[in-house]
């Protein structure tokens, strides 16, 4: 095989990549995984020869993600959120950017409201690969913090994360609020980031999230709200005399949402935010008992 540089290489990838109607990033992800360097490091060192064996894991991933839609963060085991690194598999929904706003607009309000420095006890339902519950503990070094899920693999991918991470976690099994309601908790932040897409839209969504992410950290009933329904119903045995609870929310569900929480709670002061794309994303809520 001919020497060939990183820039030849990052080249090659995204020809490769575009000529089977994929995203082009890919190819600089494994490149930076494969030769453990940041984006930077591979432009400043854009002439230095890739070694065979690291093309050759390069092209195979490639062809796995081009045949199969393999994510590349399944490629390549992680995948970065609030700057920090959490493992992923296939048990786990793959971290979204969109997500860290979720993260950043709690501690924007908890610090608004003077709660940042004062010990709080947070939920965070659905945790998933664990990322919010991980980075809110990390973030707010007083909160006690519990998260669910009802899928014990993707809790221990969870509570690997929280390990890795040195944040301590309270993981809990079982249906949304359920297992923290058994225990009598209460709280003062109460978080998640549901399934909430509907059913009849499984096939318009891609393959590298309709293959790969699982299923049940996606799809909620036909209408996508099933999980917010059941999570609001189970609030009113955990919440405080002043508690936010902050919700990811689909595109087109910036007035079900709310509809639903002003339900259970007629007094909740309720603002809808956007993500960086514009788009309806996330629901924050004050409730009171
Ligand atoms: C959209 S994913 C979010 C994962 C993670 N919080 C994140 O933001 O990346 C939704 C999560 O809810 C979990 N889930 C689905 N139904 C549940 C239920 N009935 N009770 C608890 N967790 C559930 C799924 O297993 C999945 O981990």
């Not at 048990?91 to 409201?113: F, S, Y």
Request: hydrophobic fraction near 40%; glycine fraction near 6%.
């Amino acid at each position: 095989m001919e020497a060939k540089t990183i820039f030849e290489v990052r080249r090659w990838t995204s020809l490769f990549l575009q000529e089977n109607n994929r995203e082009t990033g890919v190819g600089e992800l494994l490149l930076q995984h494969h030769l453990g360097m940041t984006r930077a490091q591979l432009f400043a060192n854009a002439r230095d020869e890739v070694s065979v064996d690291v093309r050759q894991k390069i092209e195979l991933n490639l062809r796995q993600h081009v045949a199969h839609g393999t994510p590349v963060q399944h490629l390549i085991g992680t995948e970065e959120f609030y700057g920090r690194l959490f493992k992923v598999n296939q048990d786990v929904l793959i971290p979204r950017p969109e997500t860290e706003e979720l993260v950043l607009g709690i501690l924007n309000r908890l610090k608004q409201k003077g709660m940042f420095s004062v010990p709080l006890t947070c939920v965070d339902i659905g945790t998933g690969s664990g990322i919010i519950a991980t980075t809110l503990t990390k973030e707010l070094p007083h909160a006690t913090m519990y998260a669910t899920d009802i899928s014990t693999e993707a809790l221990q991918v969870a509570e690997q994360n929280a390990h890795a991470l040195d944040a301590t976690v309270q993981f809990r099994q079982g249906n949304f609020l359920a297992p923290v309601i058994d225990e009598e908790a209460t709280f003062d932040v109460i978080v998640s980031n549901p399934p909430y897409i509907p059913e009849r839209d499984r096939d318009s969504l891609s393959d590298v999230v309709r293959d790969h992410d699982p299923s049940l950290a996606l799809f909620a009933g036909e209408d996508g709200l099933a999980a917010y329904r059941r999570i609001i119903e189970q609030l009113p045995s955990v919440v405080k005399k002043d508690t936010l609870l902050a919700l990811e929310i689909g595109h087109d569900q910036r007035h079900t949402v709310p509809t639903l929480i002003e339900a259970t709670f007629p007094n909740a002061q309720i603002e809808v935010e956007q993500d960086i794309n514009q788009n309806d994303r996330m629901v924050f809520a004050w409730l009171s008992k």
